[in-house]
């Protein structure tokens, strides 16, 4: 809806709230006319003027409480931020959450739940799945995990009454461990009903207040929420100086580079940074077309494109120099703090806004494919790696017929682990991974390969 008022011209929201738009050339606005949603034909008492909305993108689908199954939060009428989204890559199922309400949906026209995790409505700040297809969640104020397979959710209380953001380690067919960033007691982990804490005395890690985590293909935990800190398990390397951000905020991986946001703080600028293994670059609104300095979210889709969310709006990007930039302006974007974000296994952009508006852009991961027809596996398959016996490389080779996250272990004979040679998101297709053992003394070995389906182990044979 539309409204004019002394030469002002006024939008109203979906949650009924007016916003300023424009001023008119002449103050005498007798009239505005909406024609096909996105043209205007404003009528004043000297003649009429013409406003084209700038660039409305088609792609963007916008849900709300007026067309979704989304709710308010809470007994008062307000929506609540969509503070989490995440797609399990095996189901291709969305979750979000919407105050201490979560939500999940195959898509907008098949809403399979909105429950409540915790019996009082906290803040739901993060949401995963595991690879025996729980659902795990985390709360701001809620001392507890809560979790949901097949029945009810439970909660599994740990000793920090803030939670950020969580993290799935799968470690067998039927076990794995949860890793739980606190905003207080900093890195926690689960493993069945055991909780452990990972101090600065014991560890090493300076950040109490994790805002983000991310694990590497060595089983590393990249850690922001002060600067960036990497935890192997047992020690700790931290890279205060070099990035020279002291509010990280979020994190995401291409490939072997990292790419933090950063809020900005004191001295520092903000922004994002890339990180690859060697060199920190930091980009932010004075050296590039970043719409805001206080990022909120990175996602890296799976032909390597970049979404980084912010306050001020939404940048895309192959290169950092060539950023398109969404907007509520110019765009079909709810909002333009952008509070969560994830891509789904058709290529589709799942945006959640603090305003508590959904947005969907799509078509993200398109990839063409001429004159070659794909033919995906039927199957899930590890091979025998090859060749074997070996010395010091050998391949080792697996089929995957879904999307899917892979963790590729290798194993000594006394079953301990002594490598880790895969544990990312795959997308459904053929793979031969390289193993070298230069390192490693002659004898039997063991790889495994975990899935949410899948778990298979084989012997190999390094000879010297």
Request: with cysteine; aromatic share 12%; proline share 3%.
């Amino acid at each position: 809806m539309w409204a004019a008022c002394y030469g002002q011209l006024w939008k109203r929201t979906a949650f009924g709230n007016w916003e300023y738009q424009y001023t008119a050339p002449n103050l005498s606005v007798s009239r505005v006319l909406v024609i096909n949603n996105d043209f205007l034909a404003v009528g004043c008492y000297d003649g009429f003027f013409t406003i084209e909305q700038p660039g409305i993108l088609a792609e963007f689908v916008e849900y709300d409480i007026t067309n979704s199954p989304l709710e308010y939060w809470g007994s008062e009428e307000i929506p609540g931020i969509i503070r989490s989204v995440f797609v399990d890559r095996e189901s291709n199922d969305k979750y979000l959450s919407v105050g201490g309400q979560i939500y999940k949906f195959s898509n907008l026209n098949n809403h399979i739940f909105s429950e409540r995790p915790f019996d009082q409505n906290y803040s739901i700040a993060d949401i995963i799945t595991d690879h025996l297809g729980r659902v795990w969640v985390c709360a701001d104020r809620a001392n507890a995990v809560s979790v949901k397979g097949d029945g009810s959710w439970t909660q599994q209380s740990n000793p920090d009454d803030n939670n950020n953001c969580l993290l799935w380690e799968p470690t067998s067919e039927v076990s794995g461990i949860l890793w739980v960033g606190g905003e207080v007691t900093g890195l926690k982990s689960i493993d069945d009903t055991v909780w452990s804490s990972y101090s600065y005395n014991d560890h090493g890690i300076e950040t109490s207040n994790i805002a983000d985590m991310l694990m590497d293909d060595s089983g590393n935990i990249w850690i922001v929420g002060w600067h960036l800190e990497n935890f192997n398990g047992n020690n700790t390397v931290g890279y205060l100086n070099e990035i020279n951000q002291l509010m990280t905020n979020c994190i995401a991986r291409e490939g072997n580079t990292l790419w933090i946001g950063s809020l900005p703080y004191s001295n520092a600028l903000g922004g994002i940074t890339k990180f690859d293994g060697t060199n920190f670059t930091n980009y932010h609104s004075g050296n590039s077309d970043l719409p805001g300095n206080s990022v909120t979210k990175i996602v890296v889709s799976g032909n390597g494109r970049k979404y980084v969310g912010t306050t001020e709006g939404l940048a895309v990007f192959d290169d950092v120099n060539a950023m398109t930039i969404y907007t509520r302006e110019n765009s079909g974007l709810p909002d333009n703090n952008i509070s969560a974000m994830d891509i789904d296994n058709d290529g589709n952009l799942w945006i959640g806004t603090e305003s508590g508006g959904l947005a969907i852009l799509g078509d993200v991961n398109i990839t063409a494919v001429e004159e070659e027809e794909i033919i995906l596996p039927t199957n899930y398959i590890l091979e025998q790696n090859y060749p074997n016996p070996f010395n010091p490389s050998t391949k080792i080779s697996f089929s995957l017929p879904n999307n899917t996250h892979v963790k590729l272990n290798i194993y000594n004979s006394l079953g301990q682990i002594v490598r880790t040679v895969a544990n990312s998101n795959f997308i459904a297709g053929q793979y031969n991974l390289d193993f070298n053992a230069s390192t490693l003394s002659s004898g039997v070995y063991f790889y495994q390969i975990i899935t949410k389906h899948f778990v298979v182990t084989k012997k190999m044979l390094l000879i010297k």
